[in-house]
């Protein structure tokens, strides 16, 4: 998507430790119209399939997949993220480490919000190391449902975990891929 790998050039802050900064427009302040238009490519992509809903993770994917389900007319749902085991019955869990916090949670999503005749599509705003997605993809299995693909607003492509999962056979679309990134350029993915 081009408007994204300019917006991420105009925008975008390279942080110690590879992290990029996408605060002003996707992030923390986010940029709506934009937004939506994530959400429409996003449908746009996934248009063949008979997505029954969308998965994220809370807090940064929400607005993507709220996006997306709204252009794909499905309801969006968030996984919440926990510091400790919930051993409740009546959610099905995972284990994530986070890339940025550098510590693992466990994410949940309560089981009434995800049924055997779903075909999940998972959003999230990066994939780096792939852990996000795939506890997502986790708790999508754990609920006897259907995987249709994750779409990622932006994949950091030298990280790997993106082309591992295309290589299990997992529908991957991500919206812009950074091939690599330093203080003072950011390079795509042709
Ligand atoms: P992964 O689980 O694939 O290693 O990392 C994905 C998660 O970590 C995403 O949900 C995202 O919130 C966060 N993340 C990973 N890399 C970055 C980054 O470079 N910038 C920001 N803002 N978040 C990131």
């Given at each position: 998507?081009?408007?994204?790998?300019?917006?991420?050039?105009?925008?975008?802050k390279v942080l110690p430790?590879?992290v990029?900064k996408?605060?002003?427009?996707?992030?923390?302040?986010?940029?709506?119209?934009?937004?939506?238009?994530?959400?429409?490519?996003?449908?746009?992509?996934?248009?063949?399939?008979?997505?029954?809903?969308?998965?994220?993770?809370?807090?940064?994917?929400?607005?993507?997949?709220?996006?997306?389900?709204?252009?794909?007319?499905?309801?969006?749902?968030?996984?919440?993220?926990?510091?400790?085991?919930?051993?409740?019955?009546?959610?099905?869990?995972?284990?994530?480490?986070?890339?940025?916090?550098?510590?693992?949670?466990?994410?949940?999503?309560?089981?009434?919000?995800?049924?055997?005749?779903?075909?999940?599509?998972?959003?999230?705003?990066?994939?780096?190391?792939?852990?996000?997605?795939?506890?997502?993809?986790?708790?999508?299995?754990?609920?006897?449902?259907?995987?249709?693909?994750?779409?990622?607003?932006?994949?950091?492509?030298?990280?790997?975990?993106?082309?591992?999962?295309?290589?299990?056979?997992?529908?991957?679309?991500?919206?812009?891929?950074?091939?690599?990134?330093?203080?003072?350029?950011?390079?795509?993915?042709?």
């Open positions: 998507m081009k408007a994204l790998e300019e917006k991420i050039l105009k925008e975008g430790g590879n990029l996408v605060g002003s427009f996707l992030n923390q302040q986010m940029d709506s119209d934009f937004i939506m238009e994530i959400g429409n490519e996003i449908a746009r992509l996934f248009a063949g399939e008979k997505i029954t809903k969308v998965l994220t993770v809370e807090s940064s994917g929400i607005a993507l997949a709220v996006a997306a389900g709204i252009a794909l007319h499905v309801p969006s749902v968030f996984a919440k993220k926990h510091k400790s085991a919930n051993m409740s019955k009546e959610v099905y869990t995972a284990a994530v480490y986070s890339y940025t916090h550098k510590e693992t949670y466990e994410i949940a999503v309560a089981k009434e919000y995800l049924e055997k005749d779903d075909v999940v599509l998972i959003v999230d705003d990066f994939l780096a190391n792939g852990n996000a997605v795939r506890g997502l993809m986790k708790i999508v299995e754990e609920a006897g449902a259907g995987l249709c693909g994750c779409a990622i607003a932006i994949e950091k492509g030298f990280q790997g975990a993106g082309d591992e999962l295309r290589a299990q056979g997992i529908r991957i679309e991500s919206l812009a891929i950074v091939d690599s990134m330093t203080d003072e350029s950011v390079t795509f993915r042709a």
